[in-house]
């Protein structure tokens, strides 16, 4: 799947959601903290400062504020370039101020990684290392240049220099380590959450389809009385107008076109109710649905079903939900990519279990990805040997993550492994060496109450909406 085809918000793209009402109440409130510090460090503590540059960064925020306010309306988004140049603009002002009130001996100075943590949580990797960066130049600057705290009295307020280097040294590792921390516990948000959204809108369409099938195969049932009616009457009109040729022709041309309608309605209606609309079927034949749109990529897909210890001879009805289909033809479709010449999928049930192993004869999964797999990571092909290999494959590697959501959903539990060491050598085609994936479910998830097979499903309901 495709980031256009999901419709998927990218990474420049989330950078543009933050509003800018949202950055201008933040930046009143660190406004009235540095006008409190300021006052409270003049006023109660006695402290000489350079009010006059301190009031003027200060007051440089407030124009901007007020500029930002009655020059953009309310509903401004701001672009990934606007934001990076706020928060620049907010560390920049920051680091004067602390400039003018003593530097690293200033116990505000930690202040400094706020700007540089909100760029990892909303802007991008290269906005957040330019801040990082700067951050990291301007700490480094007011170890050695910055203007002293002074008492009323004139003594110079500072701390030990082995404090000072050691303050030094825990804020660069602090701007290194929570900017990292952030993003990667933001993308990893964010990736889920598009994994989420990509699983329900699968989910959505297969629904779609679901209802579309009804709707065709009710049309079909409800249309054929009439239909054959109309056929039935203009046969006998058709007899009885021998000698007006003209009308006759006309009553064959009216039961010509019945005929033609009952053709068209009898094939859209076997399209919905095989595929679609049946709420129940043979494992078999679910997965042979899953699997058909696969069916002609040029790898064969052999389907084997049988008991288990225990089961019945008879293949079990299971629920035909759009979860366990989508669910199983994107495993089947991994298959299909990653195989050389053939898929395996196996059913297997007993009394208490259903059970559907999907096996290829390709390389299977990687040692390192295996116990990662499931979850939403975006796979990027590095070789072009990959793109030979697989040269119609386009994925985001959200197919097994979907997979798996949708059949967890339906109550399954998934494994996965490898038939054979992945790094070995290539063995003849037609032997299954490559990736195993095995869904199991408690039979009482999937298999209808044996009582409610006979119930009738009663007339069909109007569409509303």
């Known amino acids: 799947m495709s980031t256009t085809e999901l419709g998927l918000i990218g990474e420049e793209q989330r950078s543009n959601w933050i509003r800018l009402r949202t950055m201008i109440l933040l930046r009143w409130v660190a406004i009235l903290g540095q006008l409190a510090a300021i006052t409270i460090a003049q006023r109660l503590y006695n402290l000489q400062l350079e009010l006059g540059l301190a009031y003027l960064a200060v007051g440089t925020s407030v124009v901007g504020n007020l500029v930002a306010i009655f020059v953009f309306p309310e509903s401004k988004r701001l672009s990934e370039t606007e934001n990076f140049l706020m928060v620049m603009f907010d560390l920049l ?70 404090f000072v280097y050691g303050q030094w040294v825990a804020i660069m590792i602090a701007l290194v380590f929570l900017s990292a921390y952030t993003r990667r516990i933001t993308r990893e948000m964010n990736s889920m959450s598009d994994a989420l959204t990509a699983t329900q809108m699968a989910l959505a369409r297969a629904q779609k389809l679901n209802d579309l099938g009804g709707v065709v195969a009710a049309a079909a049932h409800e249309l054929g009385t009439p239909l054959a009616t109309i056929k039935l009457t203009s046969s006998e009109l058709a007899e009885e107008l021998d000698d007006f040729p003209d009308l006759k022709e006309d009553a064959l041309l009216i039961r010509s076109q019945a005929d033609r309608c009952r053709d068209i309605l009898r094939g859209m209606g076997r399209a919905g109710k095989d595929d679609l609309h049946m709420r129940q079927a043979p494992i078999v034949e679910v997965i042979r649905e899953a699997a058909e749109p696969h069916q002609d990529r040029g790898k064969e897909i052999l ?32 298959a299909v990519d990653f195989a050389r010449t053939t898929v395996w999928v196996e059913a297997m049930w007993t009394d208490d279990l259903i059970s559907i192993r999907i096996l290829d004869d390709g390389r299977g999964f990687p040692p390192q990805v295996i116990g990662r797999i499931g979850d939403p990571f975006m796979r990027r092909r590095r070789s072009d040997a990959d793109r030979r290999a697989r040269p119609e494959y386009e994925g985001m590697g959200l197919g097994l993550f979907i997979a798996k959501t949708l059949l967890e959903r339906s109550g399954a539990e998934l494994s996965f492994a490898n038939a054979s060491d992945p790094y070995a050598p290539m063995t003849e085609t037609g032997q299954p060496t490559g990736a195993i994936v095995e869904v199991i479910w408690p039979r009482a998830k999937i298999v209808p109450d044996p009582a409610s097979r006979g119930t009738p499903l009663g007339e069909n309901q109007l569409i509303s909406g």
Do not use: K
């Open 303 to 334: 389907i084997e079903d049988g008991p288990g210890p225990g089961g019945e001879y008879n293949p079990p009805q299971i629920l035909r939900r759009p979860e366990i289909i989508h669910g199983l033809r994107n495993l089947v479709q991994n």
């Open 93 to 162: 002002q920051l680091c004067f101020l602390l400039y003018l009130t003593g530097g690293l001996h200033n116990p505000f100075s930690l202040l400094v990684l706020g700007p540089v943590t909100i760029s990892a949580t909303v802007l991008s990797l290269r906005s957040t290392i330019t801040l990082m960066l700067t951050a990291m130049v301007l700490v480094t600057g007011m170890v050695f240049w910055h203007l002293p705290l002074r008492t009323e009295e004139g003594f110079i307020l500072r701390i030990p220099d082995v």
